[in-house]
C-alpha cells in the first residue's frame, strides 16, 4: 500500500506520522528528555567489586554508578589495564563445577569494560548492565560475541529449522551469531543480507571506538527515533519520507546514504509555510485518538477502554439507519467498524489483548465477511497480530504485539480529580460524605465550631437542597458548622476543619 512518512523535528519532541490514503495510520513521539539508556553501550570502569553480592558497581558517565551481576558477565571480557591502557583480554573460566566463576575472580576495581544498559535507572537505583552485547536491527540480533544462529520462539516450528539454514548460509563465516526477529519471518534473502551488512559494520564501529576513547565514553547510541523511521518504518512502499528540519534532513540523508541506499533517495524537505502535520490534519487525529468514543462515516461508532489487562471495543449503529433491512443495516456497521479499529490500533499504538464486540450478526456468511475484512485490514499493521475468530459470546478475540506504550499512556497522566477513574462521585454523594464525617469527628472531639471546606457545587449544594439537613446536624451535635467555598478544590475534595 502507499505510504508517505511525514517527520515533525524540534529540539524537544520528534513526532513521526505514517499516513496511507491521505489519512494518518500511525504516529510515534519521542520527547528528548524521556529518551532512554536501554540498549546503549559503553566503555566504563569499575568502580567497586561487591562479592557478597556477587555484582559490581560501574562508572558509565551517568550522575548514578551502574549495576552489572556475574550472571551478566561473558565468559571472556575484552578491557584495557587501568595502568598502561593497553588491550588486553583476559579469558577465565566461566564455569566452575556448573556455577559461574566469582566475580571478584573476573573483575577487579578499575578494569575497563564493554557493556550495554539492560535497564534504565529508576528512582535511586542505577541502570543496569550487561557485558553480553546484543544490536537489533530491522530483522535479526547481532550477537558479536556468540556464533548462535537462533530464530524467534514466536515463528512456527515448522518454518525455524529453514530459516536458520538461510541465515547459516548468509551469516557466512566473518564470525558474530544472529537472532531472527518475528518481523523478518518473510524477508527476501536480499533484506536480510543489507541487515546484516548494517550490523557488522555498526559493531566495528563500536570496536574501535572502545580502542580509541577513555573510560566512561559513549561507544554506541541505540537509534533516534529518526534513524528507526529509515530501518523500521521505512518500506518498499513507501513513496516519500519528508521532515521539516534541514539540520535533520542532512543528518538522515548521511545515515541512509552509508546505511540503507535504498530509503536515502525517498528523503526530502518539508519547507512550506504551513506546519507539516497540518497537510493531513494530523493534530486533530492526535486529539481524536485520546479518546474514548470514534465517530464512524455512517453513524455509527466506537467505544475504545484501555484497561490493565486488555484493551475493549464496543461497536454501536448509532444514528445509521441507512440500509435495506437491519440486518444490512449491523453487517454494513460492523464491516466499517473493522476498518476503523484496525485503524485506531495502529494509531493508538494499542497492545496485548484486545476484544472487540461487534454487533450480533444472525447470518454466518456476515461473520465471515466481517472477519475476513478485518483480517485484511490488520495485515497492513507492521506490527505482528493474531486473530482467534469470534468466541462463543460472539466477542472477537485477538492480540497485538506490544513494542512501547500507548499513545495515550505517553501523552497522557491520570486525571487529578478522578484519580484514573474516569468518573467522579456526585455533588449529593460527596455532601452526604461530609455529613457523616462531621458525625464522626463529634463523637471523637468537642470543637467549638466545625468548619467545612468544599468546592463551590458541594457548598451550593448544603446551601441550597441540603440546608435542612445541615441545620438538623447542627443541632444534633450541638455546635456550629459554617460553609467555606474553595474554588482550588475538586468536586470530590473536601476538609472539615476543626475551630
Not at 489519512?23 to 546503549?40: F, H, I, P, S
Not at 539454514?165 to 518475528?182: D, E, K, N, V, Y
Not at 494509531?347 to 456468511?365: A, C, H, P, S
Request: glycine share 8%; hydrophobic share 40%; charged share 25%.
Amino acid at each position: 500500500m502507499p505510504q508517505d512518512i511525514l517527520i515533525n523535528w524540534s529540539p524537544q519532541e520528534t513526532r513521526v506520522a505514517v499516513v496511507e490514503y491521505g489519512a494518518v495510520q500511525e504516529l510515534q513521539v519521542e520527547r528528548t528528555l524521556e529518551r532512554g539508556l536501554v540498549g546503549n553501550v559503553y566503555l566504563g570502569k569499575v568502580a567497586r567489586v561487591l562479592p557478597g553480592m556477587q555484582s559490581a558497581f560501574m562508572d558509565i558517565g551517568l550522575e548514578r554508578a551502574a549495576f552489572l551481576h556475574v550472571a551478566d558477565l561473558m565468559s571472556s571480557i575484552n578491557s584495557r589495564h587501568p595502568e598502561n591502557g593497553a588491550s588486553i583480554t583476559g579469558t577465565p573460566a566461566s564455569q566452575e563445577g556448573g556455577l559461574p566463576q566469582p566475580i571478584e575472580k573476573q573483575l577487579f576495581n578499575g578494569q575497563t569494560l564493554m557493556v550495554q544498559v539492560l535497564k534504565d535507572p529508576i528512582g535511586t537505583k542505577g541502570a543496569r548492565l550487561t557485558a553480553q552485547i546484543s544490536i537489533a536491527g530491522r530483522l535479526l540480533v547481532f550477537l558479536p560475541q556468540d556464533n548462535h544462529i537462533g530464530v524467534s520462539q514466536k515463528i512456527p516450528p515448522r518454518q525455524r529449522e529453514n530459516l536458520r539454514q538461510r541465515m547459516q548460509a548468509l551469516a557466512g563465516s566473518m564470525g558474530g551469531g544472529f537472532i531472527l526477529r518475528t518481523n523478518g519471518e518473510d524477508a527476501l534473502d536480499a533484506e536480510l543480507a543489507e541487515d546484516i551488512a548494517y550490523l557488522r559494520k555498526t559493531w566495528a564501529r563500536i570496536k574501535e571506538a572502545s580502542l580509541r576513547l577513555p573510560p566512561p565514553s559513549v561507544l554506541h547510541q541505540d537509534l533516534s527515533l529518526l534513524q528507526r523511521v529509515l530501518r523500521d518504518v521505512a518500506v518498499e512502499e513507501t513513496q516519500t519520507i519528508r521532515i521539516d528540519s534541514r539540520e535533520q534532513f542532512e543528518k538522515l540523508k548521511a545515515f541512509a546514504a552509508e546505511f540503507m541506499p535504498a530509503t536515502a533517495q525517498k528523503l526530502q524537505l518539508y519547507s512550506g509555510e504551513r506546519p507539516i502535520f497540518d497537510l493531513f490534519s494530523i493534530d486533530e487525529d492526535i486529539a481524536k485518538a485520546l479518546g474514548r468514543r470514534v465517530d464512524l462515516k455512517s453513524g455509527g461508532y466506537l467505544i475504545i477502554d484501555q484497561t490493565e489487562a486488555l484493551t475493549t471495543v464496543d461497536v454501536n449503529t448509532g444514528g445509521f439507519v441507512g440500509a435495506r433491512n437491519f440486518d444490512d443495516t449491523i453487517f454494513k456497521t460492523n464491516l466499517e467498524a473493522a476498518q476503523a479499529i484496525a485503524r485506531q490500533l495502529r494509531l493508538r499504538n494499542l497492545g496485548g489483548i484486545v476484544i472487540v464486540d461487534f454487533i450480533d450478526m444472525l447470518k454466518e456468511n456476515h461473520r465471515d465477511a466481517v472477519l475476513e475484512e478485518f483480517q485484511k485490514q490488520l495485515a497492513r499493521d507492521r506490527i505482528k497480530t493474531t486473530v482467534n475468530g469470534f468466541s462463543t459470546l460472539g466477542l472477537l478475540e485477538m492480540t497485538r504485539k506490544r513494542t512501547r506504550e500507548s499513545l495515550a499512556h505517553q501523552l497522557c497522566e491520570p486525571c487529578s480529580a478522578c484519580m484514573g477513574k474516569g468518573t467522579v462521585k456526585t455533588v449529593r454523594s460527596v455532601s452526604y460524605d461530609i455529613l457523616r464525617e462531621i458525625l464522626r469527628e463529634a463523637r471523637q472531639f468537642n470543637p467549638r465550631e466545625f468548619r467545612v471546606v468544599a468546592s463551590p457545587k458541594v457548598i451550593e449544594f448544603f446551601l441550597d437542597e441540603e440546608s435542612q439537613h445541615l441545620a438538623g446536624l447542627s443541632d444534633f451535635i450541638g455546635k456550629p458548622i459554617s460553609l467555606q467555598a474553595e474554588a482550588a478544590m475538586a468536586q470530590e475534595q473536601y476538609d472539615i476543619v476543626l475551630l
